[in-house]
């Protein structure tokens, strides 16, 4: 099965978010179906804030080692392209397709002092042209659209993303990624206003995955919340040390 029909499947695909080679040798081990790049965590480890501060061929490397320690299937968190130039964003994702990499996301915002959203309208006319140019030179790759509207807390936010997501299927896409959603009517009525699979982000009171199944989503991301939660305890168990006098902690 390709990646694409893993968004077809009876249930939805839990997507393993890595960061580096030995998470992704986990969720190989684990017997995810596929993997995909946390920008947020890869960032983190090389010092940075989210939002494009690290620089693609830093972002290239880490793909570059994950892909050759791993056989799943992986997608790569493009944020918003490293670039505003539509060419240049093909030729990013041309150079991740040449590595082996099935999938991208792409999102609709940028952070600059703070994330903000870029206008739809534009956003998707530089979809149309990334896509243009992926297709004529019969580059496959699934491309997965992100949609900041929820994270962003948009005052109509159901409205505005579905807009959004109708001007993104027009111009290709062939998911939807709307991190930050958690209320179920919600979720529904996101599943319900496209043909596309909609993919949804591990969020505190996100409903569990039958239920997640049960309204139609197709894929689900754990983001950078893994990530976290491990460096999380790794200063948890760095005090016991420290306090115990002892190594017990790690054992």
Known sequence: MNFKELHNQKTPLLLGNVWDVPSAKTAEKLGFQAIGTSSSAIAALLGYQDGEQMGFSELIYFVKQIVTNTNLPLSVDLESGY?????????????????????????????????????GEKFASTLIDVINVLSKENIDVFIN?????????????????????????????????????????????????????IN????????????????????????????????????????????????????
């Open 145 to 197: 659209v992100r949609t900041d509207t929820f994270l962003l807390k948009h005052s109509d936010v159901i409205e505005e993303t579905k807009k959004r997501i109708k001007l993104y299927e027009n111009a290709g896409a062939n998911g939807i990624f709307t991190p930050c959603i958690e209320n179920e009517s919600d979720i529904r009525e996101i599943v319900n206003c496209t043909s596309l699979p």
């Open 83 to 119: 670039s505003r130039d539509p060419i240049i964003i093909a030729e990013h994702i041309k150079e991740l397709v040449a590595l082996g990499v099935v999938g991208i996301n792409i999102e609709d915002s940028i952070v600059k002092d703070e994330r903000i959203l870029l206008n």
């Open 200 to 251: 949804v982000m591990c969020m505190p009171n996100l409903p569990d995955f039958n239920t997640l199944s049960s309204l139609g989503v197709q894929r689900i991301s754990m983001g950078n919340f893994l990530f976290d939660t491990m460096y999380s305890q790794l200063e948890r168990i760095t005090k016991d040390i420290i306090d115990q006098r002892s190594f017990q902690s790690i054992f």
